[in-house]
C-alpha cells in the first residue's frame, strides 16, 4: 500500500499536460494489435544531432504505472478462495546514450511491487523488489550497410504479439531498408531478472533459442512475413524418484522447432477508408518430457513418473478489420483461431499446437478475451469486435468471443480460470469484454476494462457459472 501511495502522489503532482497533438490515435482491436512504444522501439523515434559536428546525446525518461485486477468465481464455485484481487507498481527509470551516428546504449530500472488476496484463509502475498529491464549495446550500419547488430539483454517483438514481445538475454543481427526487416537471434537466460527471484525461472533455464523474423513489403496492400524458432531445453531429465524443491518443478522438457507465414495488409475500399485483413499460419514439431510430481513435504517434490512423446501441431489465425464508412462509425473486428488438438490423449504423439511461450497474453486488450486469455491449443476462438470514437482520444471496444475445444479434452493450456474441463463436451464458453481507453493527455494512459465469462457444457455440474473481471491501468510518463 505504502507503494500505491507514494506512487500516486509522485504522479498527482506532476504537472500534467494537455496534448493538443493533431496526430489521429488509430483504434485498437483487441485482436490486431498495435505496435508497442517502449524500449529501443521508442529510441528508434527519436530524432539525435548528428550535422555539423556529431554531439554525445544522453536522454532518461522515467514512468509510472500500476495495474489492478480483480477476477470473481475463478474456480467456477468449486472450491473456496476464488475470488482473486491483484495490484502491481513499477517504477521504470531508463537511460539512452548515443554517443555516434553507429553505436546507441540503453538500459532499463524498474522498482516493482506486487500484491496478491483471496477471499479465505490464504495469505496475502506482497512483494517488492529491483528488476532489470532492457540492457543492450547496439551497433549500427556495419560497414556502411543497412545491417546492426544488438548484444544485451533485449526485446524480441513482432506486431500482433502472436509469436513473441519478450525480453531475452541474447545477440541479434538485424537488417533494414525500404522493403524488407529481418532480424536473427540466439538467446538463453543468464541470470534472474528481479531480486524477487531466488534463481531463474525452470520453466526457462538452460533454455537455448533461435528465432527470425523476415518481413517483406510487397506493396501498399501486401506484406509477407516468416517465423521461425528452435528450442532447446538443456536443463536434464530428472529420473524418476528424485526430489527437488517445488519452487524449482519444471514439468516439462521440450525440444521443439516452430515455423510460421503471415500475409497482411490494407486493401483500400474509398480514399479514406480500407479493409485491413491477416492471415497467420503456424506449425510445431519436435519432442518432448512430461514429468510428474507428488509432493513429498517440507516444501518438497518426488518426480513420480516420466512420459516422452512427439509433438505435431498447427495452428491458423485469421482476421479483417473494417470501418464502416460514415463519421462516428465504428471500426469491427471479425477473427477466427483454429489451434490443433489431439484426438488420441493415450499414444506417443501429441498433435495439439501450443505457442512459443513468448508470446504476449497480457499486453493491451488481449487476442483470446480479457479474461480467459488461453493459450490457442486444441481450441478454436471466434470473435467479433466493435471499436467506438466516443471522443477525441477516447476509444471505446466491444468484444465477443466463442470458445470450443477441438477435441474434448479434460485440461486447457494457460488460462485464468481455475477450475479443468471434465473431457466430455466441446463447448469452453462464451465471453463478453468492454475496454475504454483514454489517451487525451500527452504523458497519462488509462484503460479500463471489464468482462464476463460463461463456462460452456464442458465444464459438467459447472457450466452457465460466471467469471467475471476487472482491469484498472494507470501508465505516466514524467
Do not use: C
Request: glycine residues 8%; without cysteine; aromatic residues 10%.
Amino acid at each position: 500500500m505504502a507503494w500505491i501511495v507514494i506512487s500516486l502522489t509522485l504522479l498527482l503532482a506532476a504537472p500534467v499536460a494537455v496534448s493538443e497533438n493533431t496526430q489521429p490515435l488509430t483504434p485498437r482491436s483487441h485482436v490486431y494489435l498495435s505496435q508497442a512504444t517502449t524500449g529501443d522501439r521508442a529510441i528508434e523515434r527519436r530524432v539525435y544531432p548528428d550535422q555539423e559536428g556529431l554531439k554525445k546525446v544522453f536522454e532518461i525518461a522515467r514512468g509510472f504505472e500500476l495495474n489492478s485486477t480483480t477476477l470473481n468465481n475463478v474456480t467456477l464455485g468449486q472450491q473456496s478462495g476464488d475470488n482473486v484481487r491483484t495490484s502491481d507498481q513499477e517504477i521504470q527509470a531508463q537511460l539512452s546514450y548515443r554517443p555516434s551516428t553507429r553505436m546507441s546504449i540503453f538500459g532499463e530500472l524498474k522498482l516493482i511491487a506486487e500484491q496478491e488476496d483471496r477471499d479465505d484463509a490464504t495469505p496475502r502475498v506482497s512483494e517488492e523488489g529491483v528488476e532489470r529491464g532492457e540492457t543492450w549495446l547496439r551497433l549500427e550500419n556495419l560497414f556502411d550497410s543497412p545491417y546492426s547488430i544488438k548484444i544485451g539483454h533485449q526485446n524480441f517483438f513482432e506486431p500482433r504479439r502472436w509469436w513473441w514481445d519478450d525480453d531475452l538475454d541474447a545477440i541479434s543481427l538485424n537488417y533494414l531498408d525500404d522493403r524488407w526487416q529481418v532480424y536473427v537471434g540466439y538467446g538463453e537466460e543468464l541470470g534472474r531478472t528481479s531480486s524477487i527471484e531466488d534463481f531463474i525461472d525452470p520453466e526457462k533455464e538452460d533454455v537455448e533459442r533461435l528465432l527470425g523474423h523476415a518481413n517483406w513489403h510487397v506493396s501498399q496492400t501486401l506484406d509477407l512475413a516468416a517465423f521461425y524458432l528452435r528450442q532447446r531445453d538443456n536443463s536434464g531429465i530428472l529420473p524418476v524418484g528424485s526430489i527437488i524443491e517445488t519452487a524449482r518443478e519444471d514439468e516439462s522438457d521440450a525440444d521443439l522447432n516452430w515455423f510460421g507465414l503471415r500475409a497482411s495488409g490494407e486493401i483500400p475500399l474509398s480514399r479514406d477508408r480500407g479493409l485491413s485483413y491477416w492471415v497467420d499460419a503456424a506449425m510445431v514439431d519436435g519432442d518432448e518430457a512430461l514429468l510428474d510430481f507428488n509432493d513429498a513435504g517440507l516444501g518438497l517434490s518426488r518426480v513420480g513418473s516420466l512420459t516422452r512423446r512427439d509433438i505435431r501441431g498447427w495452428a491458423i489465425d485469421l482476421g479483417l478489420i473494417w470501418t464502416l464508412p460514415w463519421r462516428g462509425a465504428p471500426t469491427v473486428t471479425i477473427s477466427h483461431a483454429h489451434g490443433s488438438g489431439d484426438k488420441d490423449l493415450a499414444d506417443d504423439t501429441d498433435r495439439s499446437f501450443r505457442q512459443t511461450g513468448l508470446q504476449d497474453s497480457d499486453e493491451e486488450f488481449r487476442t483470446y478475451g480479457e479474461l480467459l486469455r488461453p493459450e490457442l491449443s486444441n481450441l478454436r476462438v471466434s470473435t467479433v469486435a466493435l471499436t467506438f470514437p466516443v471522443h477525441a482520444k477516447i476509444y471505446l471496444t466491444l468484444g465477443y468471443h466463442r470458445f470450443r475445444q477441438v477435441y474434448p479434452a479434460p485440461f486447457l493450456r494457460e488460462t485464468r480460470i481455475e477450475a479443468d474441463p471434465t473431457g466430455d463436451s466441446k463447448d469452453i464458453g462464451k465471453e463478453l469484454s468492454l475496454l475504454v481507453e483514454l489517451r487525451k493527455w500527452e504523458n497519462l494512459e488509462i484503460d479500463l476494462a471489464a468482462a464476463i465469462f460463461e463456462s460452456g457444457d464442458a465444464f459438467g455440474i459447472s457450466a452457465s457459472k460466471h467469471v467475471k473481471s476487472v482491469f484498472v491501468k494507470l501508465a505516466y510518463e514524467f
